[in-house]
């Protein structure tokens, strides 16, 4: 016998489905949940269609972003072959019946009639660095989009507080610079103070400039505040909203720092990051980011496979004497 295990995987929970042989399912399908307990009694299930069977069942799943982790990690601890399937493959092998219908139930049933029609390769761990980096380059751009975010908001209020402090500064985002705006977030407030306390309260803030720069400075932020057209802050809401906007900031600034850091710490033990930044353009962050996202590059034999796997290929339509031209496939793209 040939058996195979069927998880159509969901979040928190999977529908099981076991097959014997090519078509002979055994029992009927049943949900389990992604806890010790229910993965214990899928275990259970799983030895129990050993003994039937006399073979030693593989398990083929569809690939579900995070949903199916625990039950990868779980079974590959036990030694369990595990086959995670493209849902491009599945969809299209689904697409070839006539009924339209789709359930948990009979997805589990179609991934065991998809493992004895085609030929699937085994599920290939990927090591622990190259996971941990990946994860992590992927925190720094969606954390990095929200920091994009949050700056544009904070524009918004700034343009309706102190629209004229954008040019007092270098750098509108800088530590000096926020630090400043907090200390003096209206003008009427710079006004009323002297141009020695706003250039004391300045360096300060940037001990490694000289105090001539902070006159300078101290200067150009009196000149603003007199041009700003909002002399008082009307709306104490605006206020607080600057104020809260600016410690956000910070703090994304802070997370961001150390999501750099872990990310080079990791990086500079991979010896593919150090190849791919010799190519003009490529540092240190995007290196990290190809090399996490193409995992171990001997699971492609063919240069062609990875880059169908960026999704970068090009897609070609012909029909009788008509042929389209060229373009690039619509795949969603991680490269």
Known sequence: MNPVIGLDVAKGESQVQAFLDKKQPYKKSFKVTHTLEGLNSLLNFIKEVEDVSGGHPPIILESTGHYHTPIVQYFEDRGYLLIIVNPLISYRAKSSILRKVKTDIIDAHHLCELYYKE??????QRGIQLLNLRILTRQHKNMTGMFVQTKLQFQVVLDQVFPEYCGVFGSLYSDVSLRTLQAFPTSE?????????????????????SQQWANSQAE??????????????????????????INMLFEYKKHLSMLEDEIDTLAKNIEECKIIQSIPGIGKKIAATIISEIGEINRFNHPKKLVAFAGIDPSVFESGTFKGTLSKSNYQKRL
């Open 189 to 209: 407030e710079i006004l009323e103070a002297d141009k020695e306390t706003i250039a004391n309260k300045i360096k300060e803030l940037c001990k490694s400039r």
């Open 220 to 245: 150009k932020l009196m000149a603003a505040a007199a041009q700003n057209p909002f002399q008082k802050a009307l709306y104490h809401s605006l206020s607080l909203s600057l104020n809260m906007y």
């Open 119 to 124: 030929d699937l390769e085994p599920y290939k």
